[in-house]
């Protein structure tokens, strides 16, 4: 629990705002003092009732593979709050399939939603950004993507999910090379396997699942949302204001790879 409000009066969205980590980001980032606007194209009753009813935390309506749903969204933040502090490319997917079975549509999607639907968020926010007053520290905003632990090694069905994130990763590092004198802060944020999403889901579906992740994890359990939203408390946060085109890893050591 932290109660300083290192936050406040930042302006905060959130793609895939109504999933697992995007909630629990949510609820610590307006902890710390920030107003939290949540993107998605899930509906608004997707949130919990501390989200829905926090007055500090908005839902719009954005699906981030249409550029017009991001803008429009974009430009309804700005109207509201009239600046843009911190924007999160966090809305994702993911369909595990053997190479050799790979559905090429598949790939398609995850590519589409992963990699092109962070690529609009980022480039919408970052072209705002830039022409936002800068701080006295020299950050005019922050461009963040949820990045995973995968997205520098290898994993069995994951070539669509993998690929996606590592060409996230890289898009970052562009980003953050381009936009470093501008005052726009770009970071990747990899979490490891979390108890949310498609991983709850199959944690929940499997009980054994969560026994076989523990096994492959060095620190013995899957993360949780709210050590994601930790970690983007911190990059959200002055903090992090000497980072840029940095992936901040927190994956519970799952990419030392457990060896017993
Ligand atoms: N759960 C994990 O183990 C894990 C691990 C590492 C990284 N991640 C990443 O974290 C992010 C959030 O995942 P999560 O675990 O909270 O899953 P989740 O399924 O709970 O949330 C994903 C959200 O993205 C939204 N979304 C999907 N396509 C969208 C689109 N086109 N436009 C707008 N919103 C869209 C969904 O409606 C959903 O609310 C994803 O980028 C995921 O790849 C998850």
């Not at 949510?26 to 608004?44: C, F, N, S």
């Not at 790979?102 to 950004?129: C, I, K, S, W, Y």
């Not at 701080?135 to 990045?147: I, N, Q, W, Y």
Request: some cysteine; glycine content about 8%.
């Amino acid at each position: 629990m932290n109660n300083i409000e290192r936050l406040s009066g930042l302006v905060v969205t959130i793609s895939g705002g109504c999933g697992d980590i995007g909630q629990a980001t949510a609820r610590r980032l307006t902890r710390e003092g920030a107003k939290v606007v949540l993107l998605d194209r899930a509906a608004k009753d997707n949130l919990a009732e501390d989200l829905s009813n926090n007055g500090q935390v908005a839902y719009l309506y954005c699906d981030v593979i249409d550029r017009a749903s991001v803008d429009a969204a974009l430009a309804k933040i700005v109207e509201t709050h009239g600046r843009l502090d911190v924007a999160i490319a966090n809305a994702g997917m993911v369909a595990n399939e053997k190479f050799l079975e790979l559905d090429p549509e598949n790939l398609r999607r995850t590519m589409e939603v992963n990699f092109f639907g962070a690529f609009h968020l980022a480039q919408a926010a970052a072209r705002l950004m830039v022409t936002q007053t800068m701080s006295e520290r020299g950050v005019r905003g922050k461009v963040l993507f949820t990045g995973s632990w995968v997205q520098d090694m290898p994993f069995p069905q994951g070539t669509s999910y993998i690929a996606s994130k590592a060409a996230l990763r890289m898009m970052a590092m562009v980003m953050a090379q381009e936009l470093a004198s501008d005052g726009v802060l770009v970071n990747t944020m990899a979490p490891g396997i979390v108890y949310a999403g498609l991983s709850k889901k199959l944690h929940d579906a499997d009980p054994a699942f969560r026994d076989r992740v523990a096994a492959a994890i060095p620190l013995n359990e899957m993360q949780t949302a709210e050590s994601v939203a930790d970690a983007y408390a911190f990059l959200c946060s002055g903090d992090s204001d000497y980072m840029t085109g940095a992936s901040l890893l927190v994956d519970g050591g799952a990419t030392l790879v457990k060896r017993s």
